[in-house]
């Protein structure tokens, strides 16, 4: 006499379960990301700190961290000479002494020098701004702590 069977099948359940711990992952490490980016970002005025955000795509199971700040760009590959990549300006510039608002000074080979232009309006002279690089090392710092998360969460979500 055969006996019957019943098979279940949970396929859809558990991939429910995967894409909650997938979504929850992907919140968590973008908000931590953007945290830190503002933790190691230099403050001049402030503004690049109070920038860092992130967005979570659920349909690519994705985050994007970054800045709307012009200067976040500058800020992670640097400007003119300093440019992380070479490819910055090669010839310096030169910014208005009297509409200048920040707190640190353009400088040019490592010294604030102040140049006079036509009528005698003060200019700063610059070549450009080192590097910092603040996504990149955010993002080395928080790889091994995003990796243990991400099992721990998939672990739970299979348990």
Same mark, same amino acid.
């Given at each position: 006499m055969l006996e019957s069977v019943t098979l279940e099948s949970n396929i859809l359940q558990a991939e429910g379960l995967?894409?909650?711990?997938?979504q929850q992952f992907l919140t968590e490490m973008g908000a931590l990301l953007a945290a830190d980016a503002a933790a190691m970002s230099p403050v001049?005025?402030?503004?690049?700190?109070g920038s860092w955000d992130y967005q =979570?795509? &659920?349909?690519?199971?994705?985050? &994007?961290v970054g800045s709307n700040l012009e200067n976040a760009v500058w800020?992670?590959?640097? *400007?003119? &000479?300093?440019?992380?990549?070479?490819?910055?300006?090669a010839t310096p510039w030169y910014v208005p002494v009297a509409g200048y608002t920040? *707190?640190?000074?353009?400088?040019?080979?490592?010294? =604030? &020098?102040v140049v006079y232009g036509k009528n005698g309006v003060r200019y700063f002279k610059t070549d450009g701004k080192a590097a910092q690089h603040t996504l990149q090392? *955010?993002?080395?710092?928080?790889?091994?702590?995003?990796?243990?998360?991400?099992?721990?969460l998939l672990k739970r979500g299979l348990s």
């Open positions: 995967l894409d909650d711990a997938v001049d005025e402030g503004q690049l700190k =979570v795509d &659920t349909a690519e199971k994705s985050v &994007t800020n992670e590959f640097g *400007t003119g &000479t300093h440019a992380a990549n070479g490819d910055g300006r920040g *707190t640190r000074k353009p400088a040019y080979k490592g010294k =604030v &020098t090392h *955010t993002a080395d710092q928080d790889l091994p702590k995003a990796e243990k998360r991400l099992a721990a």
